[in-house]
T-cell receptor, first 115, second 115 residues
């Protein structure tokens, strides 16, 4: 069975500062992918960044980077230079080779960027 | 390129009724997945369709069903609605090929309220 744990229900960050959102995962599969999605109040889930289990380098997408520590089974999202528009719910998710294609989501972290 | 389109955006139904939700995937995407999002249970996988066939199913009762048409559009049906079915229903589309690293693109969801 797969499991994603996000231990921070809510986070606050000052505009222009960096913030780290935590994510730990559990799977017995060797091949898996880790995703981060952003969900603003409109409801749409927006893909942010992906990290594969065999990727040797941490993924980066603009202001987003993923701090992947395989041995610790963690995949933390780092947002640099926070903007007011970054205020949203953030979900960590995983799909593994044994999960029959479905994404397993964590419970999410509500990020609020303060002016 | 148009994104994933879900209709309707909001629905209000009463217990015992049935409801049909619609999802039009991104052009060229052959896989459509459905997820239920509630404050208590978070995001849960319902099912996935690929080339008009259900390829994977989550742990939901048989009242939840779906189908996919030859143009990849998908519908989800919930019969005999219960109060607990109140949720945001999200549809996601993808190419449907590579298992672990394939991104899902989500629609804005249908907010279903059961009274």
């Amino acid at each position: 069975a797969q499991k994603i744990t996000q231990t921070q229900p809510g986070m606050f960050v000052q505009e222009k500062e960096a913030v780290t959102l935590d994510c730990t995962y559990d799977t017995s599969d060797q091949s898996y992918g880790l995703f981060w999605y952003k969900q603003p109040s409109s409801g749409e889930m927006i893909f942010l960044i992906y990290q594969g289990s065999y990727d040797e380098q941490n993924a980066t997408e603009g202001r987003y980077s993923l701090n992947f520590q395989k041995a610790r089974k963690s995949a933390n999202l780092v947002i640099s230079a926070s903007q007011l528009g970054d205020s949203a719910m953030y979900f960590c998710a995983m799909r593994s080779s044994g999960s029959a294609r479905q994404l397993t989501f964590g419970s999410g972290t509500q990020l609020t960027v303060l002016p | 390129k148009a994104g994933v389109t879900q209709t309707p955006r909001y629905l209000i139904k009463t217990r015992g009724q049935q409801v049909t939700l619609s999802c039009s995937p991104i052009s060229g995407h052959r896989s459509v997945s459905w997820y239920q999002q509630t404050p208590g249970q978070g995001l849960q996988f319902l099912f996935e369709y690929f080339s008009e066939t259900q390829r994977n199913k989550g742990n939901f009762p048989g009242r939840f069903s779906g189908r996919q048409f030859s143009n990849s559009r998908s519908e989800m049906n919930v019969s005999t609605l219960e109060l607990g079915d109140s949720a945001l229903y999200l549809c996601a589309s993808s190419l449907g090929s590579v298992p672990t690293n394939e991104k899902l693109f989500f629609g804005s969801g249908t907010q279903l309220s059961v009274l």
